[in-house]
């Protein structure tokens, strides 16, 4: 599919290393996605697959992370697959990075029919719609991508479980205040999770979580230091810096 270049522009994300074309409306990617990625511990010559992938953000700036990385980015939307895979080819990154346009709902053939057998990643990474339908937007790209019924999570969670080889890792990221939800969610096939909140200032309450859990694990959860994007003035703090420009890695220490 198509997509209308007047109807997009072009963004930057980790400093400019990466730039990304998106819609002018709808689902745009933000702090989300390059903290996502950040926490996924993929190595070279792995293979990551990001579900719910949008225009491919989170899965490109793994991808610029990590040589010799392979990724595939799964998305429902057609137009936003199609960006996806134009901002993997722009950025140099299609030799290792592809985007399919495939629900996570759809049947394990589908997924193995595009070349995602049962046990075929090493890591799922994942910024799932985490919003009540009472608190949709009205935008419909944007309800799309982050609306969710109470069957969304664990259907989402069954399909990174399918994906992902033995003690393979997921990693998501999730409201703080849902953070029972998703950790009772992923107790059905995962273990080991790591839990690192995320604080939008200093002495704020946590806005998000980030959680890394290893599918098979029998581990107990581990809930560890946060990181806070902005200090008291609302400059960024060193450490978000590090992540959100630079694309450094979040350190999982202990987990």
């Known amino acids: 599919m198509t997509v209308d270049e007047a109807a997009t522009s072009d963004d930057a994300a980790l400093g400019g290393r990466l730039i990304l074309r998106q819609p002018l409306r709808g689902h745009r ?4 996605a390059i903290l996502l990625a950040a926490a996924t511990p993929a190595h070279p010559d792995e293979q990551a697959v990001e579900l719910g992938a949008g225009v491919g953000a989170a899965g490109l700036a793994l991808a610029w992370r990590v040589a010799r990385l392979a990724v595939t980015l799964v998305e429902i939307d057609p137009a936003l697959a199609a960006l996806a895979a ?10 290792r990075v592809r985007a399919i346009c495939l629900d996570v709902a759809a049947p394990a053939a589908a997924f193995a029919a595009a070349g995602l057998g049962s046990g075929s990643a090493h890591h799922v990474l994942m910024n799932a719609p985490f919003n009540a339908p009472q608190n949709s937007p009205p935008n419909p790209a944007r309800r799309l991508a982050r609306t969710a ?12 479980a399918r994906l992902l080889a033995p003690r393979g890792t997921l990693t998501l990221i999730w409201r703080a205040d849902g953070l ?11 273990g080991g999770v790591a839990i690192m909140p995320v604080f939008a200032k200093t002495e704020a309450p946590a806005i998000r979580v980030l959680l890394r859990a290893v599918k098979g694990s029998k581990a107990p959860s581990l809930l560890l230091p946060g990181l806070t994007l902005a200090d008291k ?3 960024p703090t060193a450490a978000a810096e590090a992540v959100l420009r630079d694309g ?3 350190e999982f220490a202990g987990s």
């Open 29 to 32: 990617f933000g702090h989300d």
């Open 86 to 95: 134009d901002n993997a080819a722009r950025n140099r990154l299609s030799p």
């Open 149 to 160: 019924s109470p069957a969304t999570l664990p259907l989402w969670l069954r399909t990174a």
């Open 180 to 190: 029972s939800d998703v950790s009772a969610a992923l107790a059905a096939e995962f």
């Open 233 to 235: 003035t609302g400059q």
């Open 248 to 250: 450094a890695a979040l």
